[in-house]
């Protein structure tokens, strides 16, 4: 899995980018012209996964990853205005899908926090075969699960790292129910977002104990 941060595009003055209606995917003219060499890493490996961060926001504060020790009430996030717009979100995926990225997972934060994500994951899937996946806490999915199917998202990974509630919510910080991310993915398998993975997270002494119970539940369910 891979985080690009150049791209070897070149350009003519003045740049044109397309739209169709609004909410459509822009459309590269003439005036952007790419080079097709296929991106690769320091060991000359392609780089065919993107991870898209789209908010650096989540309702958790788990102890590995987002620690309210650190991100507090007082902790700064990023200014809406300094987070890159759906356009230019989907112009740098048709760009690297280009340059032979096969694979674009959407993650946060919580991606779900991003206000109409299902606007950007209906650009996405306008990009000839790109593989569009997201991961989430699934803390949002009953409610969005059925909106992610129709903008054309076809499935999830959701992070859960117990199913004994008391450790659950012990681990993310803010007394959340493992039920309700239960809930989440059942709502997902619901609508078609398959096959779902889940991501577990083991810390020692904390939730060790929990692996077999997790791999027992979910054993036979395609997830």
Do not use: W
């Not at 060790?208 to 119970?213: A, D, G, K, T």
Request: hydrophobic share 40%; net charge positive; with cysteine.
């Amino acid at each position: 899995m891979s985080i690009l941060t150049t791209m070897p595009v070149t350009q003519t003055e003045p740049r044109h980018i397309a739209t169709h209606e609004p909410g459509a995917l822009p459309v590269m003219t003439k005036d952007l012209r790419l080079d097709r060499e296929r991106l690769t890493d320091k060991l000359q490996r392609p780089l065919r996964d993107l991870r898209i961060s789209v908010t650096d926001r989540c309702n958790f504060r788990c102890v590995y990853c987002m620690p309210k020790e650190v991100f507090g009430p007082n902790y700064h996030f990023l200014e809406r205005e300094k987070l890159l717009g759906f356009e230019e979100i989907a112009r740098m995926s048709q760009i690297v899908a280009l340059l032979g990225v096969e694979k674009i997972r959407l993650t946060g934060g919580e991606p779900l926090l991003r206000r109409q994500l299902e606007r950007l994951i209906a650009m996405l899937t306008c990009i000839d075969g790109l593989d569009l996946t997201l991961t989430t806490n699934g803390s949002l999915l009953p409610e969005k699960a059925q909106a992610l199917k129709e903008a054309g998202l076809r499935r999830v990974t959701v992070s859960l790292d117990s199913l004994d509630d008391n450790v659950f919510r012990a681990m993310n910080a803010v007394d959340f129910p493992v039920q309700r991310v239960l809930a989440g993915i059942d709502a997902a398998a619901r609508v078609g977002l398959t096959p779902i993975k889940i991501n577990m997270v083991v810390k020692r002494s904390v939730n060790e104990r929990s692996i077999l119970p997790m791999a027992r539940y979910f054993r036979g369910t395609g997830h």
